[in-house]
């Protein structure tokens, strides 16, 4: 159950009918945690911890050089992260991810590892691109949401984002 606080805060994005007050409740409860840095992924914190959704930021790490709590009071929470937003140049296990490079690319546990690691392999290093940024903090809420796709990638290409073909997937998914 939303605060009166929380109402006033999120009252711009609890009013979108798509959204409303469970989808802003969703954010709020569905940490999202934070490996590696960069500008693409500083723009990202800020644009996640202004709409509610709580992050797990990495020791010393402060967005955009202002820390997370006086942006928002909801920026903290007790539960475990259920997505991981990192630099295409880390790897990591975790079954649901936004990756920042030269664009962007997310999975949802349904996603196959080896579709995934293709997608991975288009995606080149993060550049100072604030734009690319709010695109992977849209993209992670998306997947808290539930309205994402199991694979997506969108890259930087002539001045503009541009969706990347995906492979057509023939292999079943693997879940941990």
């Not at 723009?43 to 402060?62: C, K």
Request: aromatic share 6%; glycine share 10%; with cysteine.
């Amino acid at each position: 159950m939303l605060r009166e606080d929380q109402i006033v805060r999120y009252g711009r994005q609890i009013l979108l009918r798509e959204l409303g007050g469970k989808g802003q409740e969703r954010l709020l409860s569905s940490p999202v945690r934070v490996l590696g840095h960069g500008p693409a992924i500083d723009d990202a914190v800020a644009w996640l911890l202004a709409g509610g959704t709580p992050v797990e930021l990495p020791p010393g790490f402060t967005p955009s050089g202002f820390p997370p709590d006086p942006l928002n009071p909801d920026a903290k929470s007790p539960l475990p992260p259920v997505l991981e937003l990192l630099p295409a140049d880390l790897r990591s296990t975790a079954r649901t991810q936004v990756v920042v490079g030269a664009g962007i690319a997310f999975r949802t546990a349904a996603a196959c590892d080896t579709c995934w690691a293709a997608l991975l392999d288009l995606l080149g290093p993060a550049g100072p691109m604030a734009p690319v940024g709010s695109l992977a903090a849209l993209a992670a809420q998306r997947l808290v949401l539930g309205w994402a796709e199991p694979l997506g990638l969108v890259l930087w290409k002539d001045g503009r984002f541009e969706a990347a073909p995906i492979p057509g997937c023939t292999h079943a998914p693997k879940h941990e």
